[in-house]
């Protein structure tokens, strides 16, 4: 299983975000922190802010401040929402779909039941779980 790069910075843009909560930050500041692009990042954080984990501000004090709490936001609401479109195998993939065996294998119930335990797990653990009592990643993160 691979996740998408998207939702890979999309984790890396909230925990910076968790992390120097109250305070906004410059989305170019987050894209470096996280070793990825500003386009990349613009892009994500867009999305996270169309959920309402993060809230934008335009302008020479805008930028990025995380817009829930962090014990609020669950690791499986995000996934789910930077996952959506992108089908786990080729049988999930509804009108795309172009597997021979789709109506005989079972394969894809196998998929189904796996990927539901793993979206319960990533339920189950919350962006406070990634950053409360981890020194090590508030020193790399913390903006001064």
Request: charged share 20%.
């Amino acid at each position: 299983m691979r996740l998408t790069t998207r939702t890979d910075i999309a984790m890396r843009a909230l925990m910076h975000c968790a992390v120097n909560a109250g305070q906004s930050v410059r989305k170019s500041d987050i894209a470096k922190a996280c070793n990825t692009s500003e386009n990349h990042m613009a892009q994500v954080i867009n999305q996270l802010s169309r959920l309402g984990v993060v809230v934008t501000t335009r302008g020479r004090q805008g930028g990025v401040k995380i817009g829930m709490a962090p014990e609020d936001i669950s690791l499986g609401m995000v996934f789910r929402e930077m996952e959506a479109g992108v089908p786990f195998a080729e049988c999930m993939a509804g009108d795309r779909n172009t597997c021979p065996l789709s109506e005989t294998c079972k394969m894809r119930d196998v998929l189904c039941g796996a990927l539901s335990d793993f979206y319960a797990h990533l339920d189950s653990v919350m962006l406070s779980d990634l950053i409360d009592d981890n020194t090590p990643l508030q020193k790399v993160l913390l903006m001064q």
